[in-house]
């Protein structure tokens, strides 16, 4: 019986670990992945904005804050509420734009430039461990 209890605690661990909201990515792996960003986004010293903002310190950045870029209404609305980019958040968004930012606002009517996404979780996670690279926390 305890064994068959400890199994069953193991399993369970081993479950909510592998099934976490964010998973740990490969920062090499997530430079070769931003070269799908590259078209819209620049990253690093003297990045300048293009059709997106310029993401170096993005994660841990409060959203809409990047100087000089002009931000959707929507986008700027989200930003006003003082919510800052972490690794979950940047993940969901990278998900689905659009369906995040009308979630966050709750208005169905929400737009954000950025129609791209990354539908693979790997791809998102490794892209995130590319941008956490670019942080002032790291």
Same mark, same amino acid.
């Given at each position: ?53 310029? /993401? +170096? ?6 959203? %809409?804050?990047?100087?000089?870029? #002009?931000?959707?209404?929507? @986008? ?17 968004? /990278? +998900? ?6 009308? %979630?966050?606002?709750?208005?169905? #009517?929400?737009?954000?430039? @950025? ?24």
């Amino acid at each position: 019986m305890i064994q068959k209890s400890l199994a069953i605690a193991a399993f369970l661990s081993l479950s909510a670990f592998s099934n976490s909201a964010f998973a740990e990515g490969d920062a090499a792996a997530g430079e070769k992945v931003f070269k799908k960003c590259a078209a819209c986004h620049t990253i690093g010293e003297g990045a300048k904005n293009r059709v997106g903002p310029v /993401l +170096t310190g993005v994660v841990g950045r409060k959203t %809409a804050s990047f100087e000089g870029y #002009k931000y959707s209404k929507s @986008m700027t609305a989200l930003g006003e509420t003082g919510m800052v980019w972490d690794e979950e958040s940047i993940a969901e968004f /990278l +998900t689905n734009p659009k369906k995040y930012l009308r %979630a966050k606002l709750d208005d169905k #009517k929400a737009k954000t430039k @950025m129609s791209f996404r990354l539908k693979k979780e790997d791809d998102r996670a490794n892209i995130i461990a590319y941008l956490k690279t670019f942080s002032k926390s790291e």
